[in-house]
């Protein structure tokens, strides 16, 4: 029944039930994306330099060939710890073959390539590649890579190959530049924007907690001290304060995790000073004190749990900051290396292409993606505000 309640409740806020769907299937999809998007590999890195710049919804056909190269560790923890995996195959696109006795022909674009039927499916040592053209007979004869020799009639490997080898692969929304299919990148890029913004806001929701727990219970002269660090954090534009921390520690992940949560905790900081001084005044905190319990007893056990409601609401909100943040900062080029993919690089990249008008799609799909991610995050905040009934007041908020 309590369930039941609960779940009528959350349907009087659609929103809310949007942003928390949303969320929830970009998490999924970041940590569980090498399983599930087209392009497994790490960063979603594979290049088809041949196929820039596909429109959305295009099916090409590939002959894959197996790489001569033993096979990557494909493994769960692997594949979530790396972001990916490298494929044992490769792809070549074509648009006209030609089947002979001995090796593939393919053409696309007016260029052509040949593979022997063996090093289509067989993983086997470069070195012994030309040692296949001899075999004249009614049999291959070649080695793999650990040194065996196999024997296979013409007939068979042909048919295998037909029947295995070729394969259509639909690019749904298209490719960048460099031939890389766009929605793996989208999918790839998730996991770092959240990967950040998670670890930035469960640092300044720390530090901000712990700051404004002290300013507002003590009052006095640590409120005073403490209040103007806030301050001083606070007049401080947030990219210079990125900028800076970047020049110091380097650029790449931890940097922007510091720096991003450096700009956030001032707010929480803020909201929690001026909640926990009303607190403070109530009989039950006097009555504490006369009990003879210390202050930090006080604080952590009895006035914090007071405060769950705001911090859960203003997490929310800190972690749409942090999404834009980190997508703004990519964008000047502050952000994470390539080949990682972050949504604000991809717009990085492809932003010209409004101005052209030519591929425009490459910008406005990633764009799409960090508007919807950042407004789920400000319904879930709204949708908490309103099933806990906190007021909240917006002046006590600041800008990023």
Known sequence: MLIDAELNQIKKYPFFAFGVAVIGLVFIVAI????????????????????SKLPPLTTITFLRVRKNIPSSDKS??????????????????????????????????????????????????????????????SA????????????????????QVEKEAFI???????????????????????SISLSIGFFAVIGSV???????????????????????????????PAILLVVAVTIALGTGATALIIGVSLVLWVEMAQV?????????????????????????????????PNLYGPIAVLASTSFADAVMLEAGLSFLGIGVEPPQPTWGNMIRDSYGYIITGDSA?????????LILLILSFVFVSNGL?????????QSQRGSV
């Not at 291959?140 to 048919?159: G, M, P, R, T």
């Open 206 to 236: 720390l530090l901000g907690l712990i700051i404004g727990l002290f300013a507002g219970y003590f009052g006095g002269v640590v409120d005073q001290f403490l209040s103007w660090c806030i301050n001083l954090f606070w007049s401080i």
């Open 76 to 137: 769960f923890k692997s594949r979530v710890r790396i972001g990916g995996v490298e494929s044992d195959w490769a792809y070549f696109p074509y648009e006209s073959i030609e089947l002979g006795k001995k090796y593939i022909k393919l053409e696309f674009k007016g260029r052509q390539k040949e593979f022997y039927y063996a090093d289509v499916l067989y993983l086997l040592d470069p070195l012994t590649l030309k040692s296949i053209s001899k075999n004249l007979g």
């Open 272 to 304: 929690v000073r001026y909640t926990v001084r009303s607190i403070r005044l109530k009989d039950f905190v006097k009555a504490l004190r006369l009990m003879g319990l210390s202050h930090l007893t006080i604080v952590f056990r009895h006035i914090l």
């Open 361 to 369: 799609f490459l910008a406005i799909i990633p764009s799409i993606a």
């Open 385 to 393: 505000k309103d099933l806990m009934g906190l007021e909240y007041d």
């Open 32 to 51: 569980f994306g090498s399983f599930l998007r087209p392009d497994s590999s790490r960063y979603a890195s594979t290049q088809h330099r041949t196929l």
């Open 168 to 190: 259509s692969k639909s690019f749904i929304l298209g490719t960048d530049a460099l031939g890389r299919d766009v929605l793996s990148r989208l999918m790839a890029g998730s």
């Open 140 to 159: 291959l004869n070649f080695i793999d890579i650990d040194n065996n020799l196999i024997s296979v009639s013409h007939n068979e490997i042909q048919s």
